[in-house]
């Protein structure tokens, strides 16, 4: 190569070089093209205009195609990726970047029955319902796992609206707010365990899971809500008291997480309540209830100091006058302990607070990290979680016999929509596809999803909430009968 006066390159003349020959010098190597298209993406990045190399990557030539780079990247995906169903040509790509974006919305804070309602409302020709994991620290997040794993969602939701034979236009329309969220990089920097995704001809929603669901795609007519579920019926939860003779620590845990409850008045450990002093040659011992708002009491002894027992009980007895006043008066949720075996019986003696989970867990928890304690607390408080499943499922053994339960689909899907289930059962991750004249009382099951149907179990979930039933979610094993997808307890017979 060589530069004119002008500065523009040239190639030399003369007979190619032999570094392309092989064997018996009469052969070429078959070229690279692939090579070549990364090569002029890199000129392209580098190089400003076809005047001259870039002494900075960040300068523009004025007059420079900006879209030529982009033109040879989707040309040369278009010849690698054709085959490729999820894949935009360059004409939809560009289609889609001039569509205007509908408002990217976020649902917070608990999940209300007014929430699901507004969400089970919207019905429309597209309604896209989406579920996938996120993370918030790890190697998946350094690698950006989330943004790609959320990429590939939109290219098979692409991908299923084509087979539908949805227009491409509406396809931008529908998932350009998603494409916008990908590249919103603190959107991902603060994600949870866990993305649903909501998105219609006029919306899109999302919100931030404290749990992982199961990854799954639904294009309906309505939203898809059911792995919601356990944010808006398991709204049980629970207190861990971890103590040591140094310290003492409250947490708050329920089915997603934990986290801990800073309390300024809480006693720094035994040596924060219980002081030994000298006064008039007598030995005091002085018991120090500042943390609990009074003054410091002091005792005489005798002989000799308190015995350890002692000294530990009276520690405790602060501790609980401490979470009294500060949390514990106004609830009666479990309050599982967490402590070295032999304490576990000085706190219960001593506690105002009645509702002490009878198990508790015993050990040195004093440095244990959160995530293994909320490992612990939560297999030790499945009995809690279960006991409102437990109570629903032997009410259903007591009737049985008779016709005010049902595990037959045909009986307990239009029962929901008619206010008539009282406890509804169904198996966690099942679909059951067909429709439902709720005016003409029709039900049409079938065996796979056949277009205009809808899951049917998520129907008559959202329909027993909002008509004030409950909703148990259960693993197969668990269901009250045991191959059964959806039974219920009715509140009367038909």
Same mark, same amino acid.
């Given at each position: ?24 010098? /009469? ?52 010849? +690698? ?65 989330? /943004? ?10 692409? #991908? ?45 929603? #999302? ?11 639904? $294009? ?30 409250? #947490? ?112 040195? #928890?004093?440095?244990?990290?959160? +995530? ?35 595990? $037959? ?86």
């Amino acid at each position: 190569m060589g530069k004119d006066r002008e500065g523009k390159f040239h190639p030399k003349k003369g007979k190619p070089s032999a570094a392309g020959k092989i064997e018996g010098r /009469t052969g070429l190597k078959d070229i690279n093209t692939n090579a070549i298209e990364d090569y002029l993406e890199i000129a392209d990045k580098y190089t400003v205009g076809e005047e001259a190399p870039a002494p900075n990557i960040h300068v523009r030539h004025p007059n420079r195609n900006v879209d030529k780079g982009e033109d040879r990247r989707l040309e040369k995906a278009d010849n +690698n990726n054709r085959q490729n169903p999820s894949y935009k040509s360059k004409a939809e790509t560009l289609n889609r970047s001039a569509v205007e974006s509908k408002p990217i919305r976020e649902i917070t804070g608990v999940l209300t029955k007014d929430i699901l309602n507004e969400l089970a409302a919207v019905h429309a020709d597209h309604c896209i319902s989406f579920y996938m994991e996120t993370h918030q620290a790890g190697v998946e997040k350094n690698e950006q796992k989330d /943004t790609i794993a959320f990429k590939n969602l939109l290219q098979q939701i692409t #991908y299923q609206l084509r087979q539908k034979t949805v227009d491409q236009s509406v396809i931008d329309s529908l998932l350009k707010p998603g494409y916008d969220l990908l590249r919103d990089n603190e959107f991902w920097l603060a994600q949870h365990k866990g993305l649903a995704v909501f998105i219609s001809d006029t919306e899109f929603r #999302y919100m931030k899971l404290p749990f992982t669901p199961k990854e799954e795609i639904l $294009i309906n007519t309505s939203y898809y809500v059911s792995p919601l579920l356990p944010l808006f019926m398991n709204r049980d939860y629970f207190y861990v008291l971890v103590f040591s003779k140094k310290q003492a620590k409250l #947490y708050r845990a329920d089915q997603f997480g934990i986290v801990h409850i800073p309390i300024a008045e809480m006693p720094n450990g035994i040596d924060d309540v219980v002081h030994f002093e000298e006064k008039d040659d007598q030995k005091l011992f002085r018991t120090d209830t500042s943390g609990a708002g009074q003054g410091a009491n002091f005792h005489g002894i005798g002989s000799g100091k308190p015995d350890e027992k002692a000294n530990i009980a009276m520690y405790f007895d602060e501790v609980d006058e401490t979470l009294w006043k500060a949390v514990l008066s106004t609830e009666n949720v479990p309050l599982l302990l967490a402590g070295v075996d032999y304490m576990i019986p000085i706190y219960k003696g001593v506690a105002k607070y009645k509702y002490i989970w009878n198990d508790a867990l015993t050990g040195s #928890y004093e440095h244990e990290d959160m +995530n293994s304690l909320y490992q612990e607390a939560i297999q030790k408080m499945t009995p809690y979680f279960r006991e409102r499943h437990e109570k629903a499922k032997a009410l259903y053994g007591n009737q049985s016999a008779t016709a005010l339960t049902s595990s $037959i689909p045909a009986d307990v899907i239009p029962a929901a929509y008619y206010s008539r289930v009282w406890h509804l059962f169904v198996t966690r991750n099942e679909h059951i596809w067909g429709t439902f004249d709720e005016l003409n009382n029709k039900l049409a099951i079938h065996d796979i999803q056949e277009d205009g149907d809808e899951d049917l179990i998520d129907k008559a979930i959202m329909r027993t909430i909002l008509n004030g039933g409950e909703v148990h979610m259960l693993d197969q094993l668990d269901m009250p009968v045991v191959d059964a997808r959806i039974c219920a307890v009715m509140r009367y017979e038909a």
